[in-house]
């Protein structure tokens, strides 16, 4: 992302933050001159990896630092990762092969299984699969033959239905809004971005909306949209995006005869503490 990639002049770091830009200086040149030693005959690679940008009025590339001083550099995906070394990066690549990586904080599913997040129960795991104990995540694909049972079908909605009972009653208690456990549960948990497209969603819910508005008897599935996510103090459009949606917030409470199968909103952030119910290492809700 651009934001991502951003330079700064180095007249203006030069008079905000002086001694900021004589480290930064001093690093370029103990990289610059550690690269000639390496790479004496490329003498293309050392401007296209300067931390000083000089062929754009002198501007310090922010990720170009990032790179040079750290350990270890995280695409998150492998997609990123790949995307990061064969363009953007790979120069940076060729010379620390070993730098880039990928690592995301995924949580095994089967971690979630056994703290009831599917199916309560090792027990449960026992009926399907003939054997005690949760499965690793290679044996979850034994799943699939499964997937026509009307036991397995019951016993993963009940879990499914018990869980979203316990969301419901936090969310009442917590944010004092009470809705639907037997709703469908439609939940964007992102950072605020405009590329992430919580405003296409916001426009989704409202749209959807005007059309119960329009027929209410149209057999609509209850529907419960729930927002969670930050945003940089500085992102102007981020916070735009996140209006639209206290509005429709405030809606569903004004006028809950007409908003009765859907509700959306923004509330006050919730601390949650790590805990038998919480995975996240205690983040915002």
Known sequence: MSEALETWPVDMLGKILPRHLQIIFEINDYFLKTLQEQYPNDTGLLSRTSII?????????MAWLAVVVSKKVNGV???????????LFADFAAIFPMRFTNVTQRRDPTSLAGAGRILRS???WMKILARPGVPTSSQLSELEQHIDYPKVNQAVHHAKLE?????????????????????????QIKRIHEYKRQLMNVLHVIARYNRI????????????????????????????????????????QQRSADWRQAKSGVYPELQREPGADDHSGGGSV
């Open 77 to 87: 995906s492998e997609l990123h990762s790949n995307l990061m070394v064969q363009s």
């Open 122 to 124: 090792p027990a449960c």
């Open 163 to 187: 869980n979203k009972k316990r969301l419901a009653a936090f969310i009442a208690q917590n944010l004092n809004v009470v809705v639907n456990p037997t709703a469908l549960f439609d939940v």
């Open 213 to 252: 508005k329009a027929d209410p008897s149209a057999g609509w599935v209850p529907r419960v949209n729930i927002f969670a996510g930050k945003a940089a103090s500085a992102y102007y459009m981020a916070k735009h995006i996140i209006q639209p949606d206290q509005r429709r917030g405030g809606c569903d």
């Open 53 to 61: 940008d000089e062929s754009n009025g002198r501007r310090v590339r």
